[in-house]
């Protein structure tokens, strides 16, 4: 018997050293059977539970930047250093109002864009939402439609082909690649992205808010494109004058 026992517990540690490697296609597959087995429910549905209790929370902040609900245009800015997600909304005039921050309760990596898959990395850009997800094990997503064009197209500059795919802005407080923000906020975001409607919202997901600093003097290596990729994010970004949400 202690033979067997002992046979047992190699082999089982076995397994484990060789599944290191493999660790990530196992959770993977772990939240995929978990998606399979939850109860599916459509965009609209989730709007209609949890649309009341948004709208009570939006309300005293749509009024108090004037413009009405929903908006025609959403901008949502990750700033990665600062872990806050800006929301900023346009009405009838186009004009962007600063409408409130919410915390980015967990992102993974470093300062630096996103280059392939499994490098934990959020990815830094300007993007849309790409799709709703109304059944996220992380209770409600936003997909963000990455790679985009330019990021397909730098990888292929660069000889990057897999580049990493299922970039979420989402509920709970864990994340690998994505921004995770709580539930409270997943719900408000969710329901403001299906109310507006996902072709009239855009994201821009910065290392740093460049409307107050540069980047730090200690920056990881990154590709020579870079630059211009935060030039563009920069040029973006004031659009949106930093006033008192």
Known sequence: MKIRRHYFLLVLLA????????????????????????????????????????????????????????????????????RI????????????????????????????????????????????????????????????????????????LDGRKNLGSDIMIHGSACSIGCLAMGDEAAEDLFVLAAETGIENISIILSPVDFRKRGLPPQMPDHPAWTGERYEAIKKELGKFKIGKP
């Not at 599944?19 to 998606?35: D, E, G, L, S, W």
């Not at 392939?116 to 997909?143: C, F, I, K, M, T």
């Open 15 to 82: 397994f484990c050293v060789c599944a290191i490697p493999f660790r990530m296609k196992i959770v993977h597959a772990a939240v995929a059977a978990t998606k399979v087995a939850k109860a599916k429910k459509t965009v609209a549905e989730r709007v209609a539970e949890f649309g009341g209790v948004v709208h009570a929370r939006m309300a005293p902040v749509f009024t108090q930047v004037g413009v009405p609900y929903p908006p025609r245009h959403v901008t949502l800015i990750g700033l990665k250093a600062e």
């Open 85 to 156: 997600m800006e929301v900023w909304v346009a009405g009838a005039s186009n004009e962007w109002k600063h409408l409130k921050d919410y915390p980015i309760l967990a992102l993974s990596g470093q300062l630096g864009p996103k280059l392939e898959e499994g490098d934990g990395q959020v990815p830094e850009g300007l993007y849309r939402v790409e799709s709703l997800n109304p059944n996220s094990l992380y209770h409600l997503a936003l997909r963000v439609n990455y790679p985009n064009d330019d990021d397909r197209q730098r990888g292929k």
